[in-house]
């Protein structure tokens, strides 16, 4: 079955603990993408990757690292979360093109104490 | 740049009477349209998208949009909304050649009423 699967589904921590979230896809996909969405803004776009080892910023990347060594793995990296973390994430992943669509992990729900 | 605006926060609807979510778009350059759903804690499915040719869409599920360029606006209908419709919808712009940027609306919140 296709699909992009993050861990955890649901995470509470503290200000300042480095956590890590995983984001896996089975689909051979080039593309891949972290968003956050919060109420009334919608997703919103941290990073995203064209291929291993090519990533870019997107609209929010203040506090937040990611890598991409493998082609289907694309982990979001917070070093130091701050309570202004605290959010709904999703993992993306597509054949890249803008005319293909994006397949969504189940989101991370994060809080930030 | 592109963009997208979704007037409505918030659709309540009864169930069997139809429904449009308003969608409109900003850009200088020819686009892709889309329409995503997110079903309470799950992530986003594509709905529907226009890429070229008819300008009308339609889903499996019964939802249809149409891209109307002299208003850039691409809203989504159902003429018979049911409660398992019940989610919230985002529509998204992207456009050609190579990787492209995706831009999500805010997202509007149906709500069927039985």
């Known amino acids: 079955e296709a699909q992009v699967t993050q861990n955890p589904r649901y995470l509470i921590t503290v200000t300042g603990k480095k956590l890590t979230v995983t984001c896996s896809q089975n689909m051979n996909h080039e593309y891949m993408s972290w968003y956050r969405q919060d109420p009334g803004l919608g997703l919103r776009q941290i990073y995203y990757?064209?291929?291993?080892?090519?990533?870019d910023k997107g609209d929010v990347p203040e506090g937040y690292k990611v890598s991409r060594k493998e082609k289907r793995n694309f982990p979001l990296i917070l070093e130091s979360p701050s309570p202004n973390q605290t959010s709904l994430y999703f993992c993306a992943s597509s054949r890249g093109a803008g005319n293909q669509p994006q397949h969504f992990g189940d989101g991370t729900r994060l809080s930030i104490l | 740049a592109q963009s997208v605006t979704q007037l409505d926060s918030q659709v309540p609807v009864f169930e069997e009477a139809p429904v449009e979510l308003r969608c409109n778009y900003s850009s200088s350059v020819s686009v892709y349209l889309f329409w995503y759903v997110q079903y309470p804690n799950q992530g986003l499915q594509l709905l529907l998208k226009y890429l070229s040719g008819s300008t009308l869409v339609e889903s499996i599920n019964g939802f249809e949009a149409e891209f109307n360029k002299s208003q850039t606006s691409f809203h989504l209908r159902k003429p018979s909304v049911h409660i398992s419709d019940t989610a919230e919808y985002f529509c998204?712009?992207?456009?050609?050649?190579?990787?492209?940027?995706?831009?999500f609306g805010t997202g509007t919140k149906l709500q069927v009423i039985p």
């Open positions: 990757s064209m291929n291993v080892e090519v990533t």
């Open positions: 998204a712009v992207s456009r050609p050649g190579g990787y492209q940027k995706v831009t």
